[in-house]
């Protein structure tokens, strides 16, 4: 389906973020191609990137927790806020996405749309764009530098997910779905040629092992979601732990001293415990008796003359000969006695491996035999290691207790950071049940069980209702789905890689960094991650693949367009910019205008659309921006159109 | 118009299990119109239909496995 529609506008009110009403309309139902909103740190862009997210993306976007309503609060004297986007689609068509959220009542939201049809309470977009205005798809419209990470990342499936949504693949599996159901109702109309209790358990069966696996389905991604946010709040307090250690010189030497420490003992276990594992994967070589036992199996093997000379399948060739090689002729009484005799000596095979195990205790054990290396030992050292690296983390963790005692928002972090750790650790051993096989019963936890499970029960009910023939359709056609699927997945992927290389030559003409394939996450060749500048250019090269097609008009909102590249690359993503899509929106700060800002306007076919929004704070620079022509004020903000202002606005603390 | 990729994955996936070309045609036909936004996947009337079609035009092999 071809997605259309364009951000005009949206205004603030009562949130995290100066009071503002800011528009990117150029005329009647045409918005500016490339807009440059700048906001000094501290103005609240933050707070607007997500505002924006959740009012396209609707409250789904705010079930995972990690934002909460009531910190979008402006201050505690403010009872309300007020988000309200407003939409161009379909060309002509207006839509207004509003939350409003009450702070009396904990930030709760509420969410009105206003289409063709007037306003309603909740979420609801129109039908052209509902596939689109998803939380998924919306993190794509809405880049920074940690989608770009996550597109590269293995443990997000973003790139996947962007290819699937945009190319609509999923409906695959909902035609799937609709074929399944279309089967089950045939056998329930059909009834049963057996007992109709017997029906009624069998179907009662089937659906319960559909609504089974699809239960786990969905609890297996709610628990792997969980687990990663987890991991990433963890990591993101761990910096913030950091930071704040940082400020007390004795804490932060001693931590590092124990981390240091904690790093060299867990190397210690490591370099132990291959070390043991290697040599327990050959018993001669820590124990003398064994080695001893060994060679007693060669001597007697070579005392009985195994494994001979000759194979069992020499004289089994004689005996289907007529003549032996002596020329005597060999009727069937002797082929039988060569035959019988044949069964006493060994096969080709067996001889073989007898042969092979001799070479190898002659040439390995021989020289070991005298050289008994101490297994003990090493497991003696690996337990001390053991012993040294928990020793090492609790030094650690008392640090960082000490450290918690004597400030309370390091106390804070690290209370937050072991709540958590324990949770990671209840969802870790949570996840195993889901690899766990041994429960193979209708209600266990392993998908592979329950499919297998499922797809019995399906046949027992196609036995005995009669509709073998129509289930044997159905798997086919699921069978075409699944394939159809795989090919096109693969085919798209290859042709969005291909595409993106090429755009990626162009902007890092000098780095041979490359996408060789998209598997979840995308996959660079012959590399793991690139620098933050690389990843940056990768995701815009991938982004504006899939944005600017034939087919999808869609608007691009980039958080620091060129903060992290490199004065170098900057004027190549400036080039790039307006092939990214139809309308392409910034959120800057000052010190991001050098070698990005002259390119852009060069590459642009038309006027780019310059905003500055800052914060009251300064009284000459409020008031030489109110001077501004179309310069508008509001409770604790200015919003300043202009190419002018915009490039002559500086905050020294940028 | 439906992607060419995603309508040659649906012809090969319909040869490859020896079904008739007019399936495919059939498929694609479903997800053409699913896509564009011109039928809804939610709306019963007319997934009973195309369902319908798909399991008429689908041959099945000449021993089915119980």
């Known amino acids: ?654 | 118009m439906i992607n060419e990729k995603i309508k040659s994955a649906i012809e090969t996936a319909v040869a490859s299990e020896q079904q008739p070309a007019e399936l495919s045609k059939k498929i694609t036909a479903w997800i053409e119109n699913l896509m564009e936004g011109n039928e809804d996947i939610a709306d019963a009337s007319s997934f009973t239909q195309r369902c319908d079609l798909c399991f008429d035009t689908t041959i099945l092999p000449i021993t089915i496995e119980e």
Request: proline share 3%; aromatic share 6%; hydrophobic share 35%.
């Open chain 1, 1 to 654: 389906m071809a997605a259309d529609f364009k951000i005009l506008g949206w205004s603030v009110t009562g949130l995290r973020c100066p009071d503002h009403d800011v528009s990117f309309e150029k005329s009647a139902n045409e918005v500016h191609k490339i807009s440059l909103l700048q906001m000094p740190n501290g103005t609240g862009k933050t707070t607007t990137l997500k505002l924006l997210r959740a009012a396209l993306a609707g409250p789904e976007m705010w079930n995972n927790g990690s934002e909460q309503p009531i910190n979008f609060r402006k201050d505690n004297s403010v009872t309300d806020g007020h988000f309200i986007l407003r939409l161009l689609y379909n060309r002509t068509k207006r839509l207004t996405i509003e939350i409003h959220f009450d702070f009396n009542d904990n930030g709760k939201f509420t969410y009105y749309t206003t289409g063709p049809n007037g306003k309603d309470e909740g979420f609801h977009p129109p039908f052209d764009l509902k596939f689109i205005l998803k939380p998924d798809f919306v993190k794509l419209l809405i880049f920074d530098g940690e989608l770009a990470a996550n597109l590269l990342s293995s443990s997000h499936t973003n790139a996947q997910n962007a290819i699937e949504t945009m190319y609509q693949l999923y409906f695959f599996n909902r035609i799937k779905e609709r074929i399944d159901e279309h089967w089950s109702k045939e056998a329930n109309k059909v009834g049963s040629r057996g007992s109709a209790k017997e029906f009624t358990q069998r179907k009662n069966r089937v659906e319960a092992l559909k609504k089974r696996v699809q239960l786990v389905n969905e609890k297996k991604n709610e628990d792997a979601l969980s687990l990663d946010n987890a991991k990433k709040q963890v990591d993101q307090l761990e910096t913030e732990f950091q930071k704040e250690i940082q400020k007390n010189q004795e804490d932060a030497f001693q931590l590092d001293l124990a981390k240091t420490r904690l790093a060299n003992a867990e190397q210690d276990v490591s370099t132990l415990t291959m070390l043991t594992v290697t040599l327990m994967k050959n018993p001669p070589e820590f124990s003398l008796s064994f080695s001893d036992a060994i060679l007693a199996l060669k001597d007697n093997l070579d005392r009985v003359k195994l494994p001979g000379i000759a194979a069992r399948e020499f004289f089994e060739e004689i005996a289907d000969e007529d003549n032996c090689i002596c020329g005597r002729e060999i009727d069937d009484e002797v082929k039988e006695v060569i035959r019988e005799g044949a069964q006493k000596y060994l096969g080709s095979e067996e001889v073989g491996v007898l042969n092979a195990m001799k070479s190898d205790i002659k040439e390995r054990i021989v020289d070991l035999a005298s050289e008994e290396q101490p297994l003990k030992l090493l497991i003696d050292q690996l337990e001390e290691a053991q012993q040294a690296e928990q020793l090492a983390r609790q030094d650690l963790d008392t640090i960082k207790e000490l450290a918690s005692e004597n400030d309370p928002n390091i106390r804070a972090i690290h209370t937050k950071i072991s709540e958590l750790k324990k949770t990671i650790g209840r969802l870790e051993n949570e996840v195993l049940k889901y690899d766990n096989k041994t429960d193979d019963s209708d209600t266990g936890w392993n998908l592979e069980n329950l499919e297998r499970r499922k797809k019995q029960a399906e046949q027992d009910l196609a036995k005995v209702t009669d509709t073998i023939e129509l289930k044997a359709k159905r798997d086919i056609l699921c069978r075409i789905l699944d394939s159809a699927y795989q090919t096109a997945r693969e085919s798209i992927n290859e042709g969005v890689c291909n595409e993106a290389n090429e755009k990626i030559k162009v902007l890092m003409p000098y780095n041979h960094i490359r996408i060789s394939s998209i598997n979840k996450s995308i996959k660079l060749a012959d590399k793991e991650g690139g620098s933050v500048g690389e990843t940056l250019s990768i995701g815009y090269a991938f982004l504006s693949t899939l944005l600017s097609n034939d087919t999808q008009h869609l608007p691009s909102v980039v958080d620091s367009p060129s903060g992290p590249v490199d004065l170098k690359i900057r004027p190549e993503i400036a080039k790039l910019i307006p092939r990214l899509g139809e309308q392409f929106i910034a959120f800057t700060i000052s010190s991001e205008r050098e070698g990005f800002i002259e390119p852009l306007i060069k590459a642009s076919s038309e006027d780019i659309n310059f905003l500055t929004l800052f914060r009251k704070e300064d009284i000459t620079q409020d008031s030489s921006a109110k001077t501004v022509l179309g310069a508008k004020e509001s409770n604790d903000g200015i919003l300043v159109p202009g190419k002018i202002y915009f490039e002559t606005f500086h905050k020294d603390n940028q």
